[in-house]
């Protein structure tokens, strides 16, 4: 139904918070296609984010990256276009490492804002979920370092 995803939804309502906050002023969401091909991920939750009281001027997309290296790289050319060299990155805790290192190697700078953990740790399921998206950002992170994408 093009809804955002569980972690897109954690993403939007922490980005949503710090604009509300006032530290960000602008909420770049990134990421193309989704199973619901007509609605990209990044434009399913700028509609999320909208709901949460986020104005439509103050939500820019990008949306033809297909993985973190892509989402960096494309991302860091519509900051450039802005005059923008440093963000305030939101992404969940287990994947900011790669991300981080992603928009460095673009020469952005970043803080960070993570959101928050991953309830369900101790269940079974969400124990093993935890353990597969570990190995998914190592194993990540050593496959950028391979192909140069992190600069190191």
């Known amino acids: 139904d093009g809804s955002p995803t569980e972690v897109s939804i954690r993403r939007t309502v922490r980005a949503a918070q710090l604009y509300h906050e006032g530290r960000a002023p602008l909420l770049l969401f990134s990421t193309g296609g989704t199973t619901y091909a ?3 991920e990044a434009a399913a939750m700028a509609r999320f984010a909208r709901s949460l009281g986020v104005p439509p001027k103050a939500i820019l997309l990008e949306e033809k990256s297909r993985n ?9 050319a519509l900051l450039r276009e802005r005059g923008i060299a440093r963000i305030l990155l939101v992404t ?7 991300a981080r290192d992603s ?7 970043v803080d960070i804002a993570p959101t928050t953990k991953i309830r369900r740790l101790g269940s079974r ?3 093993w979920n935890l353990f597969v998206k ?13 192909r140069g994408f992190l600069g190191f």
């Open 134 to 146: 570990g190995m998914h950002e190592y194993i990540g992170i050593a496959f950028y370092r391979l």
């Open 38 to 40: 007509h609605l990209s």
């Open 68 to 76: 973190t290296e892509e989402n960096a790289r494309f991302t860091a």
């Open 92 to 98: 969940d805790p287990i994947h900011m490492r790669r």
């Open 125 to 127: 399921v969400g124990g």
């Open 103 to 109: 928009f460095r190697a673009q020469g952005i700078g």
